[in-house]
């Protein structure tokens, strides 16, 4: 297939590497139209580096034009050159977690007006034409309701331009197989890597069984590349590859092997599965190995 245009639509400078970044390394290596909707600067964010913590929302509250130099650097790293925040730069800001003051701001993402939101982003797809969209479950992932926004803002602008010439040909939800990150979480070198571990991932508020994931992405040969990513986001990641935390300081692999669910559209015919060594899911039960895959 030529011409292949692919829209992410992610919550936060920084969300793009750690859920999607080997996948727009290779589509964007592999001459494919990569473009990223951030849709918020992070204001928010926990700041990771003590030289920086004057940045912080409750001090100097620079840390969301800080990050859009990050977001750049990581853009680089992974070869994408189409990158726009959700109308505009600063336009919603970032809401922080759920029950806290920043939530319940009048400028930030989570009281957002859906259609408007969801008005800018059609703006975009009628400008990409992609055939393919990407965000996050209905849950946000993991609950944050800037995820969870952005899944109903991206959900809202594929429906908007449903049955019109600008139609999305499929909507993906990013995932996290479950059995991945067991696997992971019981070979984390803790005293080798220092970060802290997860000892049992059945708590955390996230994870998809392997009967859920649709599609797996191999792109193996752009790991260094997402790694890369993952360094310019300096404020939010710390890196020890192949390992990386957040500012909670629990270690997590990074693969080169991601997940989807296909949520809307047309399933393409199954691939032949990436190895589990590798963070895959080892035989393929039909799952998909492109995000195009079925479209002409």
């Known amino acids: 297939m030529t011409d292949r245009r692919l829209l992410l639509v992610h919550a936060h400078p920084d969300d793009e590497t750690i859920g999607t970044g080997a996948t727009m390394a290779r589509y964007a290596a592999e001459g494919a139209h990569v473009a990223l ?3 918020t600067l992070g204001e928010e964010g926990e700041i990771i580096p003590p030289g920086l913590a004057h940045l912080a929302a409750d001090r100097d509250d620079a840390l969301g034009p800080y990050r859009i130099g990050e977001l750049a650097a990581a853009c680089a790293a992974l070869g994408v050159t189409d990158h726009r925040f959700l109308g505009g730069a600063g336009r919603w800001r970032d809401s ?32 990409v034409r992609p055939q393919v969209m990407v965000t996050y479950d209905r849950y946000g992932f993991y609950g944050h309701p800037d995820h969870i926004k952005a899944n109903r803002v991206a959900w809202r602008a594929f429906e908007m331009v449903r049955g019109t010439p600008l139609e999305v040909a499929k909507f993906y939800h990013t995932a996290m197989a479950t059995s991945v990150m067991k696997r ?92 589990v060594e590798a963070g895959g899911l080892g035989e393929p039960y039909g799952r998909e190995d492109c995000l195009f895959a079925g479209i002409g």
């Open 184 to 275: 992971a979480s019981e070979s984390v070198p803790e005293a080798e890597i220092g970060f802290l571990t997860v000892k049992s991932v059945e708590d955390l508020p996230f994870g998809a069984a392997d009967g859920e994931i649709t599609t797996e992405i191999d792109a193996r040969p752009y790991l260094e590349a997402k790694l890369a990513g993952l360094r310019a986001h300096a404020t939010q990641v710390s890196v020890r590859a192949p390992w990386y935390a957040l500012s909670n300081d629990i270690g997590q692999e990074a693969y080169g092997v991601e997940h989807f669910i296909l949520w809307s559209g047309a399933p393409g015919p199954a691939g032949a599965g990436a190895p």
């Open 96 to 127: 922080g977690m759920m029950g806290v003051a920043s939530n319940r701001d009048p400028r930030c993402f989570w009281k957002a007006d859906l259609d408007e939101a969801a008005s800018a982003l059609v703006e975009v797809i009628r400008e």
């Open 37 to 39: 909707v951030t849709c």
